[in-house]
């Protein structure tokens, strides 16, 4: 099993011992940062509250130390945010019953270098908790550490023996969406359960809405707009959705090169939109 010897927290919000609660796990979302999980993650979170099978963990890979300081958060040292950051992360872990929060305190650099410790890290959770299905940042998200996360994970899985592998990694939206990827390749997840939990999750990040930027009602907003400019729903099928795109192929084949996924993405994209506008032009 690969190694997990860092100074990891985790934090166990049902009380439950460490090593009973991490197996326990059956859906798990890997976010670069505190509130990225709570960003694009919402309908594991909610389908996992109060179910007799299922249990939400959650890995936050960075500490955050690295964010703009607002408002009475101005003063605050990089040691200072971060320990706020993780309370903020711990509170929202509780809030949404997740049967574990994992607290890695990576730095934004590590997690950019692929051979650190970080991956191994990763690794061994995914080991220790052996989740069905993975969530993380899609890899053509706008942030740096948002997409050298999502590598990280696929590095991370490409370390286990393949029977020990989760059935499924899916990248999810956060700060790029998904409404561009065609067809088949695009999933649906609803969204609809509970918004004002929903809310409540994002809102526990106050260190991120001290500034004014208000991710709780961008994020809200963005699911809302998927749900109804959906081509593949009716309007009225779902108030809320969050897309994500299945990743699973680069756990299955290790020779399958991210870019070339990505690339072929992107590709379909530029085939579909060429081609409706040759079926209209004269």
């Known amino acids: 099993m690969p190694d997990f010897n860092r100074n990891i927290d985790i934090f166990i919000p049902d009380g439950a011992p460490v090593d009973t609660a991490l197996p326990r796990t059956t859906d798990m979302c890997v976010g670069a940062h505190p509130d990225d999980i709570e960003i694009m993650c919402y309908h594991a979170i909610a389908e996992c509250m109060n179910h007799e099978h299922r249990w939400f963990c959650g890995v936050t890979v960075t500490d955050g130390a690295g964010s703009a300081r607002y408002g009475k958060f101005d003063g605050l040292s990089s040691e200072e945010l971060a320990d706020k950051r993780a309370a903020e992360q711990k ?35 995914i080991a220790k908790c052996a989740p069905s299905v993975v969530y993380t940042h899609n890899l053509a998200d706008t942030h740096d550490t948002h997409v050298a996360v999502a590598l990280r994970v696929i590095d991370a899985i490409r370390q286990l023996d393949p029977a020990h592998r989760p059935k499924r990694l899916i990248g999810l939206e956060c700060w790029r969406g998904l409404d561009w990827v ?22 526990s990040h106050e260190t991120q809405l001290a500034a004014g930027r208000r991710f709780d009602l961008a994020a809200l907003g963005r699911r809302q707009a998927n749900a109804v400019f959906s081509p593949d729903l009716r309007a009225d099928a779902i108030e809320s959705a969050i897309l994500g795109v299945d990743m699973t192929p680069l756990i299955i084949d290790d020779r399958l090169d991210p870019r070339d996924y990505a690339r072929e993405l992107i590709s379909r994209l530029e085939a579909d939109v060429i081609s409706r506008i040759g079926r209209f032009s004269f």
């Open 182 to 203: 065609c067809g088949d390749e695009r999933i649906t997840f609803d969204s609809s359960r509970d918004p004002d939990l929903a809310g409540s999750l994002i809102s």
């Open 91 to 125: 509170s929202a872990a509780k809030l949404g019953q997740y049967g574990a929060q994992i607290l890695m305190g990576c730095t934004s650099n590590e997690v950019k270098t692929r051979d650190s410790a970080c991956t191994s890290a990763i690794a061994g959770l």
